[in-house]
Nanobody
Framework: QVQLVESGGGLVQTGASLRLSCAAS????????MGWFRQAPGKEREFVAA????????YYQDSVKGRFTISRDNAKNTVYLQMNSLKPEDTAVYYC?????????????????WGQGTQVTVSS
């Protein structure tokens, strides 16, 4: 059974940093592209960042470029999202997702597995 478990969310002030983690089990992690998505109240789930299976390639939504960094540790079956200079508009539930044996993608429908999400709230 595949499980993706996110952690690291919380309530912070504008300009602060958070690091989200997503621990994967039940799948061959090194063969899975990974993505981070977020969903704010009343809005659709949107792409944030993605990383290739080896970690050698990354892709970001324009609004987080230069502030967020996605990385992975295949030895620990974990993907991370370092978020710096947080803004109130970054407030959302953040989800990690796995796309098995394929390239990374910005499309939600192309991911095979999803975590339960972790809340990030940025106060102004």
């Amino acid at each position: 059974q595949v499980q993706l478990v996110e952690s690291g969310g919380g309530l912070v002030q504008t300009g602060a940093s958070l690091r989200l983690s997503c621990a994967a089990s039940g799948l061959t992690f090194s063969r899975s592209a990974m993505g981070w998505f977020r969903q704010a109240p009343g809005k659709e789930r949107e792409f944030v960042a993605a990383i290739s299976r080896s970690g050698g390639a990354t892709y970001y939504q324009d609004s987080v470029k230069g502030r967020f960094t996605i990385s992975r540790d295949n030895a620990k079956n974990t993907v991370y999202l370092q978020m710096n200079s947080l803004k109130p508009e970054d407030t959302a539930v953040y989800y990690c997702a796995a796309r098995h044996n394929s390239w990374y993608s910005a499309n939600t429908y192309e991911y095979d597995y999803w975590g339960q999400g972790t809340q990030v709230t940025v106060s102004s």
